[in-house]
C-alpha cells in the first residue's frame, strides 16, 4: 500500500468515526487502496477501524473457498468489481449507491466486503448454499455490511428474501461449478427477485479452462471440450464420477458454458456484455439484463 493510502487510513482512525462514516471516507480511496486496508484488519495500526470493521479470513479459509488467497485473490476480486461498476453505470445509467443488490453465493464475505465501497450496508444483501459460507461471514463480522445475510437451497425455486426485489444480483464463480439443473434453478430463482430491467452478472468458463484443469485426464478434458462443442453445459463432479442424465441435477464440480446457450438456458435474460479480463482469464464475466 502506498504511503498516502497509509496516512489516510490513519487519519480516519484517529477521528473515531462510525462505521457508515469510516465507509464514507475511506471511499475516498481507490477500490483496490480500499481493499488493501479491509484486508490487513485487524492490525494494531489501525486500532479503531479494527473494532469496528469486519475482519479478514485466515489464508486457509481464503483458499478452501477460492483456491487462491492474499494480493492474489484480492486482485481478482477487484477486477471483478470494478467490472460489475462499470458496467451497472454504463448499462442502466446510475450509480451502485442506492440500488439494491444481492451477492448470490457469498461465501466467506469476500465480494460483499468491496461492495460496501460502492453501496451503504442497508442496500446489500447475500446468500449462500452452506451455512458454513455464513458462519465464516459472522465469525469475521461481515454481516456488519450487509442487510442481510440468508441461507439458500442448493436447487431453489425461490430466493430467502420476503418481498425481494433487486436491482442487480452477481454470483461470481458460482456458476463455473454447478450442474446445468442447479444452474437452471438458481437463475431462475434470481429471476423471480430482480426488477424487469434489472441487472445480473456471472461468472462462466470458456471451453479453454478443460485445458487449463490439471487434475482431468487427457481424455476427460476432450469429453469435457466436445460437450461444450455440442453446445451443452459441460459439468465434472467434484467426486469424480461420471454423471448419466440423472445425475445432472445435483452436485458440485468444474462447469463450463458455451455464452451461445445462456439465454436458451436462462430463459427471462438476455445478454448484454460478456468478456475475459487479463487478471482472471478462465473466468467469463457476463452482463445479463431481465427482460
Known amino acids: 500500500m502506498f504511503e498516502h493510502a497509509r496516512r489516510y487510513a490513519t487519519s480516519v482512525d484517529n477521528s473515531d468515526p462510525s462505521l457508515l462514516e469510516a465507509l464514507r471516507r475511506l471511499r475516498r480511496l481507490s ?9 490487513q484488519l485487524p492490525t494494531p495500526d489501525l486500532p479503531h477501524l479494527s473494532k469496528i470493521l469486519p475482519s479478514m ?41 442506492g440500488a439494491k443488490v444481492l451477492d448470490f453465493g457469498c461465501g466467506w464475505g469476500r465480494l460483499l466486503r468491496l461492495m460496501a465501497y460502492f453501496n451503504e450496508p442497508e442496500y446489500i444483501y447475500g446468500c449462500d448454499a452452506w451455512s458454513a459460507s455464513l458462519n465464516k461471514c459472522k465469525e469475521h463480522r461481515v454481516n456488519l455490511l450487509a442487510n442481510t445475510l440468508a441461507l439458500s437451497d442448493a436447487i431453489p425455486t425461490a430466493l430467502p428474501f420476503e418481498d425481494a426485489s433487486f436491482d442487480l444480483t452477481y454470483a461470481f464463480s458460482i456458476f463455473t461449478h454447478l450442474p446445468e439443473m442447479s444452474a437452471t434453478a438458481c437463475m431462475a430463482s434470481i429471476r ?46 467434484a467426486n469424480g464420477e461420471p454423471l448419466d442424465a440423472a445425475g445432472r441435477e445435483a452436485g458440485y464440480g468444474a462447469t463450463s458454458i458455451p455464452l451461445n446457450i445462456v439465454e436458451r438456458l436462462f430463459p427471462g ?10 487478471v482472471d482469464p478462465y473466468q467469463i464475466f457476463v452482463v445479463l439484463r431481465a427482460v
Open 31 to 39: 477500490l483496490d487502496e480500499f481493499a488493501q486496508i479491509l484486508a
Open 57 to 97: 479470513a485466515p489464508a486457509d479459509v481464503q483458499k478452501t473457498w477460492t483456491g487462491s488467497s492474499g494480493d492474489t485473490l484480492l486482485r481478482q476480486s477487484a477486477s471483478f468489481m470494478n467490472f460489475l461498476s462499470s458496467n451497472f453505470v454504463e448499462l442502466t445509467g446510475r450509480p451502485l449507491m
Open 192 to 237: 423471480k427477485a430482480t426488477k424487469d430491467g434489472g441487472l445480473a452478472v456471472i461468472s462462466v468458463r470458456p471451453i479453454e479452462y478443460w485445458d487449463y484443469l490439471q487434475s482431468l485426464s487427457v481424455d476427460l478434458k476432450a469429453r469435457m471440450k466436445e460437450l461444450h462443442r455440442r453446445d451443452q453445459v459441460a459439468f465434472y463432479p
Open 269 to 278: 435474460w438476455e445478454i448484454l456484455k460478456a468478456g475475459a479480463t487479463l
